[in-house]
T-cell receptor
Framework: NAGVTQTPKFRVLKTGQSMTLLCAQD?????MYWYRQDPGMGLRLIHY???????AKGEVPDGYNVSRLKKQNFLLGLESAAPSQTSVYFC???????????????FGPGTRLTVL | AQSVTQPDIHITVSEGASLELRCNYS??????LFWYVQSPGQGLQLLLK??????LVQGIKGFEAEFKRSQSSFNLRKPSVHWSDAAEYFC???????????FGTGTRLKVLA
């Protein structure tokens, strides 16, 4: 199993450009998440999905959109990139709600995005 | 409000020395607690987790953590640190029954040879 994979690994954008980050998981997990990681701020949740066809806002959703058309994929879109979106983006998946011996989050390797 | 605090931003230890990384949480119900490690340029890897039962939890790479409900703490320990342990460590709490995981701001560990 590949686990959680992210594409691309690195990207440099100019202000105003758009791009899509792809997350894929092969564990048949229901829940998927997008986080951003900034120095001294830990991980902050951008959007999440509780199943195919569903999405919801996290704590920092502004400037981002997401889609979950297939259970295994969770896409994060930036329609008009801004320098404040320079960050490392992590995707994660989990089998279900927090709690229980088997539920935990599995993380992808991250995408490092720079917006000039 | 639910929160996780890691009071130490940076910690430096000598190789072979013992290590304790602190984590305090604020959560109304029984917490579901995690420690993750992030090596430079990598994603987060789960070290260990606590959901119930024995309050001393063993994890991978020789790490352990102790849940102390009275102190709202879940400190990570290792008796003898190796140079390869240099990384950033994150404590997290899962809000039981929800989608939500709350992360601390991380502790960066430096290991001196």
């Amino acid at each position: 199993n590949a686990g959680v994979t992210q594409t691309p690994k690195f990207r440099v954008l100019k202000t105003g450009q758009s791009m899509t980050l792809l997350c894929a998981q092969d564990m048949n997990h229901e829940y998927m998440y997008w986080y951003r990681q900034d120095p001294g701020m830990g991980l902050r949740l951008i959007h999440y999905s509780v199943g195919e066809g569903t999405t919801a806002k996290g704590e920092v959703p502004d400037g981002y959109n997401v889609s979950r058309l297939k259970k295994q994929n969770f896409l994060l879109g930036l329609e008009s990139a801004a320098p404040s979106q320079t960050s490392v983006y992590f995707c994660a998946s989990s089998p279900g709600l927090a709690g229980g011996s088997s539920n935990e989050q599995f993380f992808g390797p991250g995408t490092r995005l720079t917006v000039l | 409000a639910q929160s996780v605090t890691q009071p130490d931003i940076h910690i430096t230890v000598s190789e072979g020395a013992s290590l304790e990384l602190r984590c305090n949480y604020s959560y109304g119900a029984t917490p579901y607690l995690f420690w993750y490690v992030q090596s430079p340029g990598q994603g987060l890897q789960l070290l260990l987790k606590y959901f119930s039962g024995d309050t001393l939890v063993q994890g991978i790479k020789g790490f352990e953590a102790e849940f102390k409900r009275s102190q709202s703490s879940f400190n990570l320990r290792k008796p003898s640190v190796h140079w390869s342990d240099a990384a950033e460590y994150f404590c997290a709490v899962g809000a039981t029954g929800t989608y939500k995981y709350i992360f601390g701001t991380g502790t960066r560990l430096k290991v001196l040879a």
